[in-house]
T-cell receptor, first 115, second 111 residues
């Protein structure tokens, strides 16, 4: 059962465009929502993360928007560049007691930014 | 450089052979994870270790075993490799309340 649904599966934009990747979750116990970026041949790397007490977080050209009532969060890439071409994963984690705080992952979005 | 180190980077096995994938982290993280990544299927958790001395099954544990040797090291063993285990394997570690740090992966082909 997939608890984090990510869309679209793939996305193509022109340089300077603003790609938006969306994720929806089901478990209201989630309290940490990171995005990871993966380049071909590399492991995923943490890009930006948000907690549900804020509605937006910006780091450089990357912005997370968070809608707690809709249980949705999205990644926006401002002024996208060809170097942003990568696979992006959203994830979520709960605050359950004990050590079971594994990340639950979306299936990923392959982004291509054309020059 | 601090981080997660995986060995080997590439491996070709024959069906039925065994091998161990090694992972070590130097960030003093308590938790460590093994994932496999296949096209269109995202990251699937094989096993994880929430702390030294504990291991638990993830989504796809069949055909694998793990050992948390100490706080730094977490190995993944394939006892009898099958073509269905052809994949890219990633090890990751995390502190209790932070993001994951991934290794660069092991590309395994079983023929």
């Amino acid at each position: 059962q997939q608890q984090v649904k990510q869309s679209p599966q793939s996305l193509i934009v022109q340089k300077g465009g603003i790609p938006i990747i969306n994720c929806a979750y089901e478990n209201t116990a989630f309290d940490y929502f990171p995005w990871y970026q993966q380049f071909p041949g590399k492991g995923p790397a943490l890009l930006i993360a948000i907690r549900p007490d804020v509605s937006e977080k910006k780091e450089g050209r990357f912005t997370i928007s968070f809608n707690k009532s809709a249980k949705q969060f999205s990644l926006h890439i401002m002024d996208s560049q060809p170097g942003d071409s990568a696979t992006y994963f959203c994830a979520a984690r709960g605050f359950n007691a004990g050590n079971n705080r594994k990340l639950i992952w979306g299936l990923g979005t392959s982004l291509a930014v054309n020059p | 450089n601090a981080g997660v180190t995986q060995t080997p980077k590439f491996q070709v096995l024959k069906t039925g052979q065994s091998m161990t994938l090694q992972c070590a982290q130097d960030m003093n993280h308590n938790s460590m994870y093994w994932y496999r990544q296949d096209p269109g299927m995202g990251l699937r958790l094989i096993y994880y270790s929430a702390s030294e001395g504990t291991t638990d099954k993830g989504e796809v544990p069949n055909g694998y075993n793990v050992s948390r040797l100490n706080k730094r090291e977490f190995s993944l063993r394939l006892e009898s490799a099958a073509p269905s285990q052809t994949s890219v394997y990633f090890c990751a570690s995390s502190p209790e309340f932070g993001g994951y740090t991934f290794g660069s992966g092991t590309r395994l082909t079983v023929v």
